[in-house]
């Protein structure tokens, strides 16, 4: 419920409570709601109208304080600020698109490749044109190059002349071929001159996507379990990139990939070990034109605003678009285009509240959960035990 409220005023409690908070806040709102249509208009839902009228002062006193807590929760996430301000990182997405909507786009992994470096030509032309200002840092999406270029020459050299007509450090979306047999979905940091400098491991792949599990036993009601013939390996380690840059020196940037997006820790990690500006690169093309692109980037404007930081959200055929704190995306492209994407982000690197109290509320609801449960069993027991003891006394038989 969380993702939903990207365009809302309460999207700015993600930075208190997180992203499971927000849901929380979200549940506990619409809950206070349907109670006062309950007691306000008991005919809606089954109730008599003698009812209402007898018990309407307590029932207006009763829908005071769930009226006054709706009030006090939103005006609070409206006034509550979202910072926005740090040195700014100028930064280019690429959106190169690919030739083939769905599962196909893959059979052609070379021309998805081409698409993403004839747009990083176009970036550095415009660049040279005055159309843009030269990027501090390029971004390329997840699957931006499905060849291996650690292995593949052709692959290699097109990459690196990517970086050096763009002129600035590149990161990539690359598949790689190890550890074999199996495969890793990876971002690889390129500096100019230097090449790969540093590399980052999906730690949460796809399951049934990229990666099969229980192969064996879910072959027993599908043989399309043998569809997925690469296993996708897990990355053990948090992404944490150094990129150094000409107007604010070493800069310290947090890859996700994808899927990732979604977990609170694998997003929190970076953040925790230091990253100012976090990229989520993500590969769109086997949605085709549903709406998943979009609820994607809504992920990554709460991630920006639970977190206090800019996000850079590339996609191989959008929705990308630049993110800044306040979780407002700039510069967004749309589905199945090719786009640069230009514009300077704000570094961040104070930690907001959600940060520092990380999982903790989560498992104090986990224990009130627990504790309820465990009062309410033992209540209900009491009272059975009560029910039980007064039906054997005389007094009870006789009223039985």
């Known amino acids: 419920m969380a993702w939903s409220q990207s365009n809302s005023p309460l999207s700015h409690l993600a930075s208190i409570a997180g992203a499971p908070g927000l849901t929380f806040v979200v549940a506990l709102l619409g809950g206070v709601l349907a109670a006062l249509v309950q007691r306000w208009v008991p005919g809606i839902v089954g109730g008599r109208r003698s009812d209402a009228a007898a018990y309407a002062p307590r029932r207006s006193l009763r829908a005071l304080w769930p009226a006054l807590a709706v009030v006090v929760v939103v005006a609070g996430s409206i006034w509550y600020p979202t910072p926005t301000s740090g040195k700014k990182l100028q930064v280019v997405g690429i959106q190169g698109n690919v030739p083939t909507i769905g599962l196909e786009f893959n059979a052609q992994r070379r021309a998805v490749l081409d698409d993403h470096a004839r747009a990083t030509a176009k970036a550095a032309e415009m660049v040279r044109r005055g159309q843009i200002p030269a990027p501090d840092l390029v971004v390329w999406p997840e699957n931006s190059s499905d060849i291996d270029p650690t292995r593949n020459p052709d692959a290699m050299t097109e990459i690196l002349h990517a970086v050096a007509e763009v002129k600035a450090p590149l990161i990539v979306g690359a598949v790689l071929d190890e550890p074999a047999p199996d495969v890793s979905n990876t971002s690889l940091l390129y500096l100019p001159g230097r ?206």
């Open 195 to 400: 090449g790969i400098v540093a590399r980052y491991v999906k730690q949460h792949p796809v399951p049934f996507a990229e990666y099969m599990p229980y192969r064996s036993f879910f072959r027993h009601f599908s043989s399309k379990v043998d569809l997925l013939t690469v296993n996708f390996t897990h990355g053990k380690k948090t992404g944490l990139f150094t990129i150094p840059t000409r107007s604010q020196g070493n800069v310290k940037v947090g890859p996700v990939i994808c899927f990732e997006v979604a977990y609170d820790g694998l997003v929190r990690a970076p953040v925790e070990k230091g990253a100012q500006l976090l990229i989520v690169q993500t590969n769109n093309a086997t949605f085709g034109r549903t709406a998943e692109s979009e609820q994607q980037l809504a992920i990554s404007r709460i991630r920006a605003i639970e977190h206090g930081r800019s996000v850079v959200h590339v996609s191989t055929v959008g929705v990308s678009g630049l993110i800044t704190p306040d979780g407002v995306v700039h510069d967004r492209s749309s589905l199945f285009t090719s786009k640069v994407l230009s514009g300077a982000m704000p570094l961040r690197s104070s930690l907001t509240i959600a940060d520092r109290l990380g999982n903790v509320p989560e498992h104090l609801a986990y224990a009130l959960a627990v504790a309820s449960f465990l009062l309410a069993a033992i209540g209900s027991r009491r009272r059975r035990t009560a029910v039980r003891a007064d039906t054997t006394s005389p007094r009870g038989r006789q009223l039985v």
